[in-house]
């Protein structure tokens, strides 16, 4: 999406900058492009400390322009009125195809290209998968009543198969009544298994409701 600033050359113009550029460095992207250097040109002063963000970015461009073009400068003062500055600042953009295919800034140090050579490894190592961690379930199964057959309750719980996850130890613990539940241990990879669809969309639905009545979770550990 395309960025826009107005009057740049007003305090309002550069406050918006000031506000863009916070938790910036650049005004887009982590490198310093063909936008920074638009912006900069229509900004017409360094900004004040009042603009800590804009000031200190300020100092960025005007430092790497120093180093593309070494000539000596003296200062140059553009003239007329303030009416005139939004449309000088729009100069640069209507070149903008012809800008994106120059390169501003000459050859790279040696310093520049360390430096985005350890960008790319670390934007590399961020894009490796990292090992997904596992938690340990324990759940209560209940039935209807004291007719429900236990033994088909359990085999439709460990019916249930999907990846990441195991079903383990189980027993079944009075509750009154004649009733008994059904506690179970299971292990997850907990990117790929969710408890709470797990009991919904499986075990609590058809054809296992004809067993199951609910499904609560006792306890929940990460491994």
């Not at 195991?166 to 969710?194: E, F, N, Q, R």
Request: charged fraction near 30%; hydrophobic fraction near 40%; aromatic fraction near 6%.
């Amino acid at each position: 999406m395309a960025i826009t600033f107005s009057d740049l050359h007003t305090e309002e113009g550069v406050k918006s900058v000031e506000e863009h550029l916070a938790g910036k460095t650049y005004i887009s992207g982590d490198q310093l492009s063909v936008d920074d250097v638009k912006v900069y040109a229509a900004v017409s002063e360094k900004p004040s400390d009042a603009f800590p963000n804009a000031s200190r970015w300020y100092d960025c461009v005007a430092s790497h322009l120093a180093k593309s073009f070494p000539g000596k400068a003296v200062g140059v003062s553009i003239g007329g009125s303030a009416a005139s500055a939004p449309a000088q600042a729009e100069a640069p953009a209507a070149a903008a195809d012809d800008d994106d295919d120059m390169d501003l800034f000459g050859d790279e140090t040696e310093e520049e290209k360390k430096a985005a050579e350890e960008r790319e490894a670390a934007k590399k190592d961020t894009k490796k998968p990292k090992e997904s961690g596992k938690s340990s379930v324990l759940m209560e199964v209940k039935p209807w009543d004291d007719e429900t057959d236990m033994k088909k309750l359990e085999e439709c719980v460990r019916a249930v198969a999907m990846p990441g996850l195991l079903w383990g130890a189980s027993k079944l613990v009075p509750v009154g009544y004649g009733i008994k539940k059904l506690t179970i241990m299971l292990t997850i990879v907990d990117d790929l298994v969710s408890p709470d669809n797990l009991i919904e969309d499986y075990l609590t639905c058809e054809p296992n409701n004809e067993y199951i009545q609910s499904v609560d979770i006792v306890a929940f550990n990460k491994i």
